[in-house]
């Protein structure tokens, strides 16, 4: 099943680099989604399959820390590029003659950039009060 996921969101990565007619601000951000998708199940899932593997059910601290920061990382950033998938889509249906003004590839860069900032310092700051 995690081999599925992670070749389901790499072929959507591939179908949107591959296709010029995919170079819109919609696919842009669904292929950032995809790419978190993969990073987010890769947070847990190999680790979760060694445990399997090899009966045992032992996490060090370090371990369970970093595993911890990076699974907040994607998680937030998940829900971010939802809200601004959400934000794309408002601006298509209610400004549509306006869309390419607004939507501009700068634009959805700099939506991308804030969402992973912010993703990391959410993250962060939970991991810090770990700490």
Same mark, same amino acid.
């Given at each position: 099943?995690?081999?599925?996921?992670?070749?389901?969101?790499?072929?959507?990565?591939?179908?949107? !680099?591959?296709?010029?007619?995919?170079?819109?601000?919609?696919?842009? &951000?669904?292929?950032?989604?995809? &790419?978190?998708?993969?990073?987010?199940?890769?947070?847990?899932?190999?680790?979760?399959?060694?445990?399997?593997?090899?009966?045992?059910?032992?996490?060090?601290?370090?371990?369970?820390?970093?595993?911890? /920061? &990076? &699974?907040? !990382?994607?998680?937030?950033?998940?829900?971010?590029?939802?809200?601004?998938?959400?934000?794309?889509?408002?601006?298509?249906? /209610?400004?549509?003659?306006?869309?390419?003004? !607004?939507?501009?590839?700068?634009?959805?860069?700099?939506?991308?950039?804030? /969402?992973?900032?912010?993703?990391?310092?959410?993250?962060?700051?939970?991991?810090?009060?770990?700490?």
């Amino acid at each position: 099943m995690y081999l599925v996921t992670v070749l389901g969101n790499l072929l959507i990565i591939l179908a949107t !680099i591959s296709d010029s007619h995919l170079h819109t601000p919609m696919y842009f &951000f669904l292929s950032n989604l995809s &790419f978190v998708d993969i990073c987010f199940t890769s947070t847990t899932i190999p680790k979760m399959l060694v445990n399997i593997q090899t009966q045992s059910k032992d996490i060090n601290y370090t371990g369970c820390i970093t595993q911890m /920061c &990076f &699974f907040l !990382i994607f998680g937030e950033l998940d829900n971010f590029l939802l809200a601004v998938m959400a934000y794309d889509r408002f601006v298509v249906i /209610c400004h549509p003659l306006h869309y390419t003004a !607004i939507m501009t590839p700068r634009l959805c860069g700099l939506l991308v950039r804030v /969402c992973w900032i912010l993703s990391v310092l959410h993250a962060l700051l939970q991991c810090l009060m770990v700490l």
